[in-house]
Every structure is written in C-alpha cells, then in structure tokens.
C-alpha cells in the first residue's frame, strides 16, 4: 500500500486529491493546522465514514521546520503533495510577508526534510498560472517565462524554482504543477468564481441584493478541480520528474462567468456603464443584481491567462474532461442546494 502525504489537505484541491487517492488504495496522512476553529469541512465526509480507515490527519505547519521533519520521517511516505498556501492573491497584498513564508520559504522547509530523509520519496508542488502575470506569451506553456504580479506569484516563483533547484542538486523527485484557475463547490467563499455562484444562490433565496466585483474585464483560463488533482498524482507515476502545465486552453472574463451563472437561475443580464461605474441590470425587472468597487481591484492586475498542457497531454495522457459551461452549471446548482438547506446561516 503507497503512502501519501498531502499538506493543505482541508483545501479544494486537497480534498479532491484524498478522495482519489483513497479509491487508488493509497494511505492517506493529511496535514491540518491547529486551530481554535475546525475548517474541516471539504473533508468531513471522509474521516466521518469509517469505510476509509485509510485516511488519517496529523497536526502541523509549513512554517514548522521541526515539525515538518519529524512528520516526514515518522511517516516514511512514497508521495508527498504541497497544496498549502495562502492562496488567495488579492489578500497577499495585503499580508505578503505571511504569504511568502507559507508559499515560499514552506516550500523549502518541505523539501529539506524530504532531502533528509532515507526514503526516496517523491514530490509534488503547486504551482500557479499566477506566475506568468504580465504574460510575455498570448498562450503560455511550460516554456513561457514569468513575470508574477502579487506577493502571491512571486513566492510561487521562488517555489517552483526551489523545487526544481532541489531536483537537480539532491536528485529529488521533485514535480511542478503550473496549474491555471481550477474551481469547483468546494472553491472558497472569497474567490471570485465561488463568491459569483453563491450570491446567486442567495439572491435567489431573497437573503441578499446584489453582488459586488472588482476587474470584470479580467480573463482566467478556467477548468474543474477534480480533473486537475488527477493531473497532480499522474505527474507522480510518470518515470521522471518535470514541469508540467495544465490547463483548459480556452479564457473568459469574469463578466462572462457571471452571465453564465445567472443564466443557469433563469435571469439575463443587461450591461450598463463603464469601469467602475459599470452595472449588471435584470433584463426582466430592471433591478441591479451586480456592481462594481474599486477596492476589489488589485494594486497590479494580470489581465489574461491562457494555458497549453500539451505536454500534459502527450507525455502524462492528461486532459481536461469538464467544460466551461459544465463547471459553471455545477456550481450554481450545488450552491443553490447548499443556501437552500443553510439558508438559516445568512438571515
């Protein structure tokens, strides 16, 4: 039986990624961070069901060197995925000191216990579409050089360079993902994606008025997460460790995202006004239903991300499954059952 350790194991993506390894007949040891609040509800489901004795979590933090070590090395496991991060870009600017400690420097600490340890134990590293920012490429690949806007992307630059730094001068198995934007219902509440379908389900539900964005001319490069986390665990089978991109290849505004979902609640969308003086209008009633704020703009935008994971494709057989309009239906619709059963919470 392999053993897998994912830190970020309470995220979208880490959730995602446990229950596919768990069907894969994995042991699964998910990293959780001591807090005096539980947030473990993307994973709820697994520990709670005691079919999956397999998956076990264990107490700790990427800014924890000591921990980190002892973890790895009274764990001994095959696999280890890095999915921590504070990983909202928007909030980076705000605590970037933080963020490049967790993103960055946690990296390395992740990576100097792998280093010590006697087992050959392969690694995965999230990376992020983000590091391309200013793209020099209208499409970009693993070739593409970066040019990352936000403390965020610069820590996942420095993370994904220290990764392959640590493959070639230790000969670590050592993996980058660059994966472009993935959602899902597990998304959290402030990203924008996620922020978009569930104030459609309240807007529906009379328990809010309207939804407040920021840059609605941003365009993102957009697929569905649990296509995304096979894409991790392939880049771990494969014979050699590299430097993959995985992505949709297509990209739509935010503006775009936020017709769609109201589309799937059955209201149309009129558009009136420029910038931040835009207004998203019900075609059938007259009511604005979305505004613009400048504070949700960011000190240094990145205006459009566009992902080739031919690489992916070819050398790993990776592929998205899910389309645009799929992964948009899916989540308004599991947020309009979710407001619907918790609609007590926002009254």
Known sequence: MKKAFITGVTGQDG????????????????????????????????????????????YGDLSDSSNLSGIIYELEPDEVYNLAAQSHVGISFEIPEYTSDVVG????????????????????Q???????????????????????????????????????????????????????NHESPRRGENFVTRKI???????????????????????????????????????LQHNKPDDFVLATGETHTVREFVEKSFNIANIDIQWEGKGANEIGINKSNGDVLVKVSEKYFRPSEVDILQGNSEKAKTVLGWENKTTFDQLIEKMVNADIDYVNKYNFIYK
């Not at 390894?21 to 697994?46: A, C, D, P, Q």
């Not at 209208?138 to 990352?148: A, G």
């Not at 008025?209 to 096979?230: I, Q």
Request: proline share 3%; hydrophobic share 40%; with cysteine.
């Open 15 to 58: 959730s995602y990624l446990a229950e596919l390894l768990l069907t894969k007949g994995y042991e699964v040891w998910g990293l959780v961070r001591r807090t005096s609040v539980f947030n473990r509800e993307r994973i709820e489901h697994i520990y709670l069901n005691k079919k999956n004795e397999n998956f076990k979590m264990i």
């Open 105 to 124: 420097t946690g990296t390395v600490r992740l990576l100097d216990a792998i280093k010590k340890s006697k087992k050959k134990i392969k690694f995965y």
């Open 126 to 180: 999230a990376s992020s579409s983000e590091i391309f920012g200013k793209v020099h490429e209208k499409i970009q690949s693993e070739s593409t050089p970066f040019y990352p806007r936000s403390p965020y992307a610069c820590s996942k630059a420095f993370a994904f360079y220290i990764t392959r730094n640590y493959r070639e001068a230790y000969n670590l198995f050592a993996a980058n993902g660059i994966l472009f």
């Open 197 to 235: 379908t569930l104030s459609i389900a309240r807007i529906i539900k009379g328990l809010q008025n309207e939804l407040t964005l920021g840059n609605l001319d941003a365009k993102r490069d957009w697929g569905y997460a649990p296509d995304y986390v096979e894409g991790m665990w392939r880049m």
